[in-house]
């Protein structure tokens, strides 16, 4: 028993080290004001903690500051319609804004494989009801309750001689809490694709759809590439790699991903996005995601958009899982942070999203 903890600390340590964890798990997770706990986590007490760990900068989102924004379009397939009366689960082409991103506050931070990448968003049905998510490319979410959250990041902040987490002071968060330790060993260990082109992002928490007679269905999905997975290779020192890749590959061609959808059985945890579901859950493929262009968030279509996974059309509702009403609120919060702030320009200029053909004629 000591062993297998000693090798899942070990294994979260590694992790720690590359994504610099409190602001990469936060999952864009501030407090807007108030007490959304019984232990009545203030925005304050969330801000501190934040800061301490991952540090943020004025202007910028607080979570998923280095960033990019797509557009695209997603295809209803019809699959799912019999659970839902969403419109985007219809047979239905829909306009889609998007953005690819690293967790963390820094946006000026290196690539690097082991950081989390997010896809976030905005499918916009012609009835006017959007449907907003932030997915991540982490199997489950490294804890199940906002309190839980806020005694992680203050464990995993970085020492201040070494800038790494502190061993001892996470062995004692792991000895407190070891119900958490089968989900951080499992996000420690994930595999990691090349880019943010093949790689598949999960909803983490638990919604429900809404037939038309009533009937609910609980459910978690995952965008899924269509384009082959590869395994994480070398970077020649490139600070900006991963965006880079984005950008030569959806000039060179559109970028699709299937939207699967798993529906939960009796065993499931439903409310705790900590927990694995049975790999023998039923699926469907509800549709396909295409990405087609991309822009800078000096003037892409995302730069103003806040993802809340909140918003959620007729026939999708949320489940009771703690941590969707925290992320909404966080949301809310840095929106309005950063729309006081003057930030300066995105590590990702309007320039390095111009074809290479097109920047060459510019210069000539």
């Not at 997770?29 to 301490?52: C, H, I, N, V, Y």
């Not at 804890?143 to 005694?151: A, I, L, R, S, Y």
């Amino acid at each position: 028993m000591k062993t297998n903890a000693h090798a899942t600390l070990a294994s979260i340590l590694r992790w720690l080290g590359v994504v610099a964890l409190p602001a990469v798990l936060m999952l864009s997770f501030l407090w807007a004001g108030g007490g959304l706990t019984p232990s009545r986590l203030t925005q304050a007490a969330m801000l501190d903690a934040l800061q301490k760990g991952g540090g943020m900068q004025s202007g910028f989102r607080r979570n998923h500051a280095k960033g990019i924004c797509v557009t695209g379009w997603f295809d209803g397939n019809g699959n799912a319609s019999i659970l839902s009366t969403a419109i985007v689960l219809q047979k239905a082409r829909v306009p889609v804004i998007g953005r690819f991103a690293l967790a963390g506050g820094l946006p000026y931070q290196a690539d690097a494989p082991g950081k989390v990448r997010s896809m976030a968003l905005r499918l916009s049905p012609s009835d006017g009801q959007e449907w907003r998510m932030g997915i991540n490319d982490i199997p489950v979410f490294p804890v199940g309750t906002p309190q839980e959250f806020h005694d992680l990041q203050l464990a995993a902040r970085p020492d201040p001689t070494t800038g790494k987490p502190d061993p001892a002071r996470m062995r004692a968060f792991l000895t407190g809490h070891p119900w958490l330790q089968p989900a951080m060993a499992q996000i420690g260990q994930r595999t990691v694709s090349s880019g943010f082109g093949d790689d598949t992002y999960y909803s983490l928490d638990s919604f429900l759809l809404v037939a038309e007679g009533g009937t609910k269905t609980a459910i978690r999905w995952a965008m899924v590439p269509v384009q082959p997975a590869v395994p994480d290779g070398s970077h020649a020192n490139d600070h900006d790699y991963l965006f880079h890749q984005i950008i030569d590959d959806i000039h060179a061609h559109p970028l699709q991903w299937r939207l699967m959808v798993t529906l939960a059985s009796k065993d499931d945890a439903i409310d705790n996005p900590s927990k694995e579901w049975s790999q023998d859950d039923r699926q469907i493929d509800a549709g396909t995601l295409t990405l087609t262009s991309i822009e800078s968030e000096e003037n892409g279509a995302c730069t103003g958009i806040t993802f809340d996974p909140l918003v959620l059309p007729q026939g999708i509702m949320p489940s009771a899982d703690p941590i969707l009403p925290a992320r909404s609120a966080v949301y809310m919060r840095s929106f309005y942070l950063r729309s006081g702030e003057h930030p300066t320009a995105p590590a990702i200029s309007h320039e390095m999203t111009i074809p290479l053909a097109n920047a060459k004629d510019k210069k000539s």
